[in-house]
T-cell receptor, first 114, second 115 residues
C-alpha cells in the first residue's frame, strides 16, 4: 500500500516568486511513479508533472519541476515565477509500478498574491 | 483532441433516488478509473474498469454502488438509493493502458448533491 503525506494545508506566495510544495511518500514497491495534479476552483484535475522512481533526472515541465529525493522519499513540486492563475489546490499522488490506482495526498492550497 | 468527458457536471438528487454518472474516456484510452473526492479531501480510488470488465472494485462501497464500462458507450457509475453522505465530487480518469507509469487523465468531475 502507498501513503502520501502533504503537510502544508495552505500557502501564500507573491506573484513572480517561486514556491515549493512538500510531498513525502511511503511504499514497499521497488518501482513507482509520482504525479502532481492541480485543481483550480473550477474543480477539474489537471495533470502537471510525472517522475519515475528510476528516472535519473528530476522531471521538469515548463515552470514546474519536481525535486525528487528518493532516499528521503520526497517529491516536492517547485513552481517558478508564480502567476495569479497558479492559485489552486495541488495534489501529490503515486502509483506502484504494477499498480493502477493512484493514491493521493490531502492537498495543499496555494494562493498567489499580486 | 477531446479529453475525458463527464456528464452531468452537477447532479442534485433527493435521498432515496438513483444517481447515474457518465464518463467517456479520451480517444484511444481503454482503461477507466473512478475516484471520489469528499469535501476538503484528496481523491480516493473506487473502481478500475476495462471494456466489459471490472478489474478492481476494492474501493467501492459494498452496497448501492455499481459501475460498468460496456463495449459501446460511456462508463457508468450508478448509485442507488442515495444518502446525504454520497454528496461528493466523482472523477473519472482514463489511460491508454493499465499498469506501468501511464498517466491518468481526469475528466472535469460530477458534483453530486444529495438533499
Amino acid at each position: 500500500a502507498q501513503k502520501i503525506t502533504q503537510t502544508q494545508p495552505g500557502m501564500f506566495v507573491q506573484e513572480k516568486e517561486a514556491v515549493t510544495l512538500d510531498c513525502t511518500y511511503d511504499t514497499s514497491d521497488p518501482s513507482y511513479g509520482l504525479f502532481w495534479y492541480k485543481q483550480p476552483s473550477s474543480g477539474e484535475m489537471i495533470f502537471l508533472i510525472y517522475q519515475g522512481s528510476y528516472d535519473q533526472q528530476n522531471a521538469t515541465e515548463g515552470r514546474y519541476s519536481l525535486n525528487f529525493q528518493k532516499a528521503r522519499k520526497s517529491a516536492n513540486l517547485v513552481i517558478s515565477a508564480s502567476q495569479l492563475g497558479d492559485s489552486a489546490m495541488y495534489f501529490c499522488a503515486m502509483r506502484g509500478r504494477w499498480d493502477y490506482k493512484l493514491s493521493f495526498g490531502a492537498g495543499t492550497t496555494v494562493t498567489v498574491r499580486a | 483532441n477531446a479529453g475525458v468527458m463527464q456528464n452531468p457536471r452537477h447532479l442534485v438528487r433527493r435521498r432515496g433516488q438513483e444517481a447515474r454518472l457518465r464518463c467517456s474516456p479520451m480517444k484511444g484510452h481503454s482503461h477507466v478509473y473512478w475516484y471520489r473526492q469528499l469535501p476538503e479531501e484528496g481523491l480516493k480510488f473506487m473502481v478500475y474498469l476495462q471494456k466489459e470488465n471490472i478489474i478492481d472494485e476494492s474501493g467501492m462501497p459494498k452496497e448501492r454502488f455499481s459501475a460498468e464500462f460496456p463495449k459501446e458507450g460511456p462508463s457508468i457509475l450508478r448509485i442507488q438509493q442515495v444518502v446525504r453522505g454520497d454528496s461528493a465530487a466523482y472523477f473519472c480518469a482514463s489511460s491508454p493502458s493499465g499498469p506501468s507509469t501511464d498517466t491518468q487523465y481526469f475528466g472535469p468531475g460530477t458534483r453530486l448533491t444529495v438533499l
